[in-house]
C-alpha cells in the first residue's frame, strides 16, 4: 500500500489545471448512474485537454449503449491488456459511484495496488477511506448530480454541454426512478432544467432507457411477477428467479434491473426483496428495497455482506435458492416490529 496523500479541493482544481492521464472507473455491473457520471465527466475532461479514458469493470446494458463516448469505454474483463496500461501511466484515477474498492469487483486488486491518485466521487453510505480526495455525500440522488456539482465547484459550469448534459440526465433520471425517490430535491430540478435548457432531449432519453425492452425480458417480467410473494405480517414482498427460469428465457445484462420495485409497489410493503440465483458465481444475488426508516443498507451489511444505500441495497448469499428465502423470511419475522 502507498501512502495516502490528503488533498483539498483547491489541490485537486491546480492539479487539473495542467493535461494529465486520467482514468474514470466506476463500480461493477455498472447501471444508468454510473456509466452516465463516468462518461460525463469523461467528456468534461476531454474538453479540459486531459488525456481520458472510462475504464468499466465489466459488461453493462444495451439500454445504456447510446450514451455518447460509448464506443470509447474500455471493459476491463474483455479487454484487460489495454485496461491495464492505461492504468499503469494514469495520473490520477476518479472512482465513481461506488464506496469501496471492493465494489469494483475483478478491478479491485488493480486499483488496490496501483499508485495514480484517486479521487471519489459517491453517495453510497459509509465510504471507505482510500481516495487522496473524497467528495462524499449521501444525501445526494445520484453520483451524476456530484459530477454536476464537482464541474460547477471547478468554476467550469459553462462547459457543460449535450454530450455532458445527456450522460449526466441518464445518471439523474435511472437513480432517482425518474425523479420520485425522495433524494430528489428542487436542486436536483434546476440542474434538469439546465441540462433540458442547453439541449439535452429528456424525453427521447427516457425512451431510449425505458422503452427498449426486448420481448423476452417482458416474459421474464410475467415469471417475476408470477413468483412474487406477500409476507403480510412483516409488510414485506419477495420475488425468486432461478437460474432455470432465467435460461428459460435467455437473460441478458440489465433483464433484471427494477423488477424489484413491483414488491415494493404493492399497498403497505415496506421492504422488498429479490432473489437471483447465478449458478455461474454460485450466489444468489439479493436486491433489497425499501420504503420510509427501514435501513436496508444496514440490512445487506449484517446478513448478506452487502450495502447501498438507506432505501436501496444489495448483496449476496453463498446458500440455495430455497435456504435463502427460508433464512430471508426467519429473518423478517424478527423485524415485523420495525416494518409497521
Ligand atoms: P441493486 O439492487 O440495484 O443492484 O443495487 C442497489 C444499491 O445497492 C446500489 O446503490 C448498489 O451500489 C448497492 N449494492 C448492490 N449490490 C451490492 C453489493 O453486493 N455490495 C454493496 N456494498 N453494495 C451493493
Ligand atoms: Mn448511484
Known sequence: MFLM??????????????????????????????????????????????????????????????IPGTSSVIQFEKNTKKAQKKLDVADLVFTLDFNALQRSGPMQKVLTENTALKIMIDHHQQPDNYAAYTYSDVNMCSTAEMVY?????LGDIDLINKAIGSALYTGIMTDT?????????STTHRIVAHLIEIGVEHSEIHSKVYDANRYERIKLLGTALNNLNVIAPSHTAYITLSQKELDKIG???????????????????????IFIENKEE??????????????????AREHFSGGGHKNAAGGKSMLSLEKTVEEFKKLVKTLASKLK
Request: aromatic share 10%; net charge positive.
Open 5 to 66: 496523500k490528503s488533498l483539498t479541493f483547491n489541490d485537486v482544481k491546480s492539479l487539473l489545471q495542467s493535461p494529465k492521464n486520467i482514468v474514470v472507473v466506476c463500480h461493477v455491473n455498472p447501471d444508468g448512474d454510473a456509466i452516465g457520471s463516468s462518461l460525463g465527466l469523461y467528456h468534461y475532461l476531454i474538453q479540459k485537454g486531459h488525456v481520458a479514458n472510462v475504464i468499466v469493470p465489466n459488461d453493462y446494458p444495451n439500454f445504456l449503449k447510446w
Open 282 to 299: 454460485g450466489i444468489i444475488k439479493i436486491s433489497l428495497r425499501s420504503k420510509g426508516d427501514f435501513d436496508v443498507n444496514l440490512l
Open 177 to 185: 426512478a425518474s425523479f420520485r425517490f425522495p433524494k430528489t430535491t
Open 149 to 153: 456539482n464537482f464541474i460547477d465547484q
Open 251 to 273: 437473460q441478458q445484462k440489465g433483464d433484471t434491473e427494477g423488477l424489484v420495485n413491483y414488491g415494493l409497489s404493492i399497498k403497505g410493503v415496506k421492504l422488498a426483496a
